[in-house]
């Protein structure tokens, strides 16, 4: 599979970010391994947010270990997509904020 190059990223930061659909994410890392701007860590889901996801999605996060993506440094997107295309869950999409 081919992925968009950076030079479609944004020359500066992005007013778009990264937002996790925390009920699809498999923290599989693609994410991380595309991301030119080292936008994204995997980290242990918390306990607040794991109660806040159906039984299906507790399942699947214990079934991958208790850890997902989450957007660290999401001021730092330059908006270039590559991580949304590399998402094998499609667990990612780009907002504005503001």
């Known amino acids: 599979m081919t992925q968009p190059s950076t030079a479609t990223c944004d020359p500066q930061p992005s007013p778009l ?3 996790i659909n925390r009920s699809r994410c498999e923290g599989k890392e693609d994410c ?4 030119p701007y ?4 995997i980290q242990r889901v918390a306990d607040e947010e794991k109660a ?5 999605a507790r ?3 214990f ?9 660290v440094r999401g001021d ?4 270039c997509g590559l991580c949304v295309s590399a998402c094998p869950e499609k667990a990612i999409t780009l907002r504005r904020v503001g």
């Open 76 to 79: 730092t997107c330059h908006a």
């Open 59 to 61: 399942l699947k996060l």
């Open 63 to 71: 079934a991958h270990g208790g850890k997902q993506a989450y957007a």
């Open 17 to 19: 970010r990264p937002v």
């Open 52 to 56: 806040a996801l159906n039984v299906f």
């Open 32 to 35: 991380l391994r595309v991301c």
């Open 38 to 41: 080292n936008v994204f860590e």
